[in-house]
């Protein structure tokens, strides 16, 4: 079996040794030390201000999207989604469930996002934009310094998943004024799923979460910035994820998180260089490093999955109207140059 999908990914053998270990007990000054190492690191690998906070949630990357929205806005703001796809209109769907006044930019499949979308809404009184930097269900990467520069400019909270970005794509939460920034385990850090990660500004933290109660015990910041002062969490956390998160930023930090985004930049790019002569296409809009989605104009997406699949070989299907023409590959994982030729000579075969 060999994992082209976006989460699980193919783990590294340091971290599957790593969660092959009896789990240790977590409320001793031993786990405390990880955790707290864990939080330098990320924030080092995520370009975030030394003064930032960390929240480590045991949970998947949708709780923390919630979660984010939830601890910063309430019904006195008015928040401005980019909506390009599923988990877009998942943060649409979150402000609505919690009441908070919204706009969405909504986007077609293959419509890029561009300035003239943002320009409507310039002056217009909204307190922040939410946006899944990249679009995993059609694999569009948005342009971070227009974003920011809009963020800027109109004095807004900026909120980015980077879920299935992180690592993949060049980011620095500081440096593009990112407010809070939502990272999740099984994508490039390649862990297993269960652990979200959420990253505050002290300006989102201060203005924001710390005078809010939000309607929810599990998911109060405020909480988790308490206990994470001492290395820990107010309840039982993802131990073993911890654990392989603490081993995966080590070697990150060994290797510098920029290798990590060229070497996955080199295998997005070598496997669309590769099918370029195959039946199928890719979108025009910008991609990010992590995923290339491939179109199927004869709307065999489904037949073209399953030939892979009974080849151990697996990509991650779409749902709804996408269903039919479009596959996504990903770049992210313990993935080789020699798995996308392996990749590649399998869809020669099954789709010419």
């Known amino acids: ?22 789990l240790p007990y977590f ?78 930019i909504e986007l077609s499949f293959g419509e890029a996002l561009t300035q003239e979308h943002l320009k409507a809404y310039d002056g217009k009184g909204f307190t922040g934009l939410l ?10 990467l948005y342009d971070m310094n227009m974003l920011s520069d809009f963020c800027r400019r109109n004095n807004l909270l900026f909120v980015v998943d980077a879920i299935s970005s992180f690592l993949a794509d060049s980011l620095y939460m500081e440096k593009s004024g990112i407010d809070a920034l939502i990272i999740s385990s099984q994508k490039a850090l390649a862990l297993s799923p269960g652990l979200s990660i959420v990253l505050l500004s002290k300006k989102i933290y201060e203005n924001r979460v710390a005078h809010k109660r939000p309607q929810a015990m599990y998911f109060d910041f405020k909480d988790y ?57 890719i979108p025009a809009y910008p991609l990010s490093n992590a995923c290339t989605p491939i179109l199927f104009e004869r709307g065999d997406a489904k037949e073209v999955y399953t030939a892979l699949a009974n080849r151990g070989l697996y990509l991650n299907p779409n749902g709804g109207e996408l269903a039919s023409t ?5 770049h992210i994982g313990n993935l080789t140059i020699s798995d996308n030729d392996s990749l590649i000579t399998a869809l020669r075969e099954v789709t010419e």
């Open 131 to 140: 946006v899944n930097i990249h679009e995993t269900t059609t694999g569009q």
């Open 1 to 22: 079996m060999k994992l082209f999908t976006l989460g699980p990914v193919e783990m590294y053998p340091n971290t599957l040794e790593a969660a092959s270990k009896q």
């Open 27 to 104: 409320r001793t000054d031993d786990f405390s030390k990880v955790n707290l190492e864990n939080a330098s690191l990320i924030k080092n690998a995520a370009g975030a201000a030394s003064d930032s906070e960390v929240i480590f949630l045991t949970a998947s990357g949708t709780a923390a999207m919630e979660a984010a929205v939830m601890n910063s806005f309430d019904a006195s703001d008015k928040l401005l989604v980019i909506n390009g796809g599923g988990f877009g209109r998942r943060f649409a769907e979150i402000c609505g469930y919690h009441e908070i006044p919204h706009e969405a």
């Open 225 to 281: 910035v308490l206990n994470g002062k001492r290395g820990q969490t107010p309840f039982t956390p993802a131990v073993g994820i911890l654990l392989e998160l603490n081993e995966r930023l080590r070697q990150i930090s060994k290797e510098g998180a920029s290798d990590l985004i060229s070497e996955t930049k080199a295998l997005a790019t070598h496997f669309r260089k590769g099918i370029e002569n195959l039946p199928i296409g």
């Open 326 to 330: 479009v596959l996504r590959v990903g």
